[in-house]
């Protein structure tokens, strides 16, 4: 029997689940991703945080997948997708073939139509997005211990975090114990604990995916922790100088970080598929989509619903949706009738601090310590790879007896673009 071609675009948690449970079958697998690595996102504002180095989160996609002879990576970014010739252009110009498609392309910062906002206030997507967040950071601090005068250093020293989900509430608590306990005997110039960490939060309450009661925590925790939360608070501007709320009050600040909003990925746009106001494809209970049966769409890309209830863009969905897909395109291979989507909760978990957190299992609600250490457990079985379990453990007990974070060394701005433009900048006159 000839072999059937499955296209994965994505090597997300979704895509990646998807290629390893079709691996070993009868059919050609490619994925491709703009990308050479797997990056676990759950533990991505570690690295901004320098808590952690980029290697310990990602993996290379080839390594991953290398003992599955079926499956073919490529680095590449997707141009277009036809889904009448059933193929996907490539940026090279080059078109891959189909039987099956799977897009997992995940999504991106939503800026809500102010994408001016962006070079302001980057946002946390990439390990790209990780290493700029890292490098605006600790420069922020350095910049202080040279400004020449007290409103300057004051705005080199507040940072402000926009969005209260659980992103944004990791970061500001890491930014906090970065400023209270990982720097203070390092500047001369500066108390770095007289830094303000400000998090914005648009609705009621913070973190308000989780029981309210939870919130509640979450914010007292972070509070505990000298983050300032401020909640009803929306954002009208952001520039290079700060940021301007909806009651004209302006934080003068250098280093915003955004936390707020997520775009699905322009891929979803080129299927004949109707999309939701975040760009999300409207599938159909087994993942593919109504007028493409052979395509299916899977992940923060997916617009799903398990037991009547819109599924969650977390991780843990992402691979389950993953490989419901590979089981449906080798049921429908067989002639064999499709299984719905059924989402299975896990629970939520989202870490503050140093012994804080907050997390739900089933019906069972936790805080505190038994929530931060159960954090930790849950975070290193997902990690993929023993190395990176053993390098983020190492990291993190060292972190937590110390309080010294161990990926603290960044490329200036300066240097990288002098770096690219082949020669030093040229001294200024004096």
Excluded at 128 to 146: I, K, P, S
Excluded at 234 to 254: E, F, K
Excluded at 378 to 404: C, K, M, P, Q, T
Aim: charged share 20%.
């Amino acid at each position: 029997m000839d072999q059937f071609r499955v296209v994965i675009i994505g090597a997300g948690f979704a895509g990646l689940a998807c290629a390893r449970k079709l691996a070993r079958r009868n059919c050609q697998v490619t994925v491709v991703d703009r990308s050479n690595h797997h990056l676990f996102q759950p533990l991505l504002y570690q690295v901004a945080t320098a808590g952690l180095a980029a290697p310990a989160i990602a993996a290379p996609i080839r390594f991953l997948l290398r003992s599955f002879h079926n499956v073919t990576t490529l680095l590449a970014e997707v141009r277009n997708i036809l889904p009448v010739e059933r193929q996907v252009s490539l940026d090279d110009g080059s078109r891959l073939d189909y039987d099956y498609l799977v897009v997992a392309s995940g999504a991106s910062h939503s800026y809500f139509g102010r994408d001016d906002w962006a070079p302001h206030a980057p946002g946390l997507k990439t390990l790209a997005d990780a290493q700029d967040v890292r490098r605006r950071v600790l420069e922020a601090f350095e910049y202080a211990e040279r400004a020449a005068t007290a409103a300057e250093t004051t705005s080199w020293l507040r940072f402000v975090v926009i969005g209260g989900g659980p992103t944004g509430v990791e970061l500001a608590g890491t930014l906090a114990e970065i400023a209270r306990h990982t720097l203070p005997e390092e500047f001369r110039r500066i108390d770095s604990r007289q830094s303000e960490v400000h998090l914005l939060e648009a609705s009621d309450r913070v973190l308000g995916s989780f029981p309210p009661a939870l919130s509640i925590k979450a914010r007292a925790q972070l509070e505990q922790l000298g983050v300032t939360v401020q909640t009803g608070m929306r954002v009208v501007d952001i520039d290079a100088a700060g940021v301007t709320l909806q009651d004209h009050t302006r934080l003068a600040s250098h280093t915003v970080l955004w936390a707020a909003g997520v775009q699905a990925s322009a891929l979803g746009k080129l299927l004949d598929a109707p999309t939701d106001r975040s760009g999300r494809v409207a599938v159909q209970p087994d993942l593919s989509i109504e007028s493409h049966p052979e395509i299916f769409v899977v992940g923060d890309l997916a617009s799903a619903t398990s037991h009547d209830m819109p599924v969650p863009g977390v991780g843990a969905a992402a691979k389950q949706m993953g490989i419901t897909a590979a089981r449906n395109i080798l049921a429908r291979q067989s002639n064999a009738r499709t299984i719905p989507f059924v989402y299975r909760d896990y629970g939520m978990l989202a870490t503050i601090g140093r012994n804080a957190a907050v997390g739900t299992v089933g019906r069972m609600q936790m805080s505190g310590r038994f929530a931060w250490l159960f954090w930790v457990c849950v975070h290193l079985f997902y990690l993929i790879g023993f190395r990176n379990r053993l390098v983020v453990l190492f990291d993190w007990a060292w972190a937590y007896v110390s309080f010294e974070r161990s990926a603290r060394v960044f490329t200036s701005e300066k240097a990288t673009r002098e770096a690219t433009d082949g020669h030093a900048s040229p001294p200024k006159p004096a």
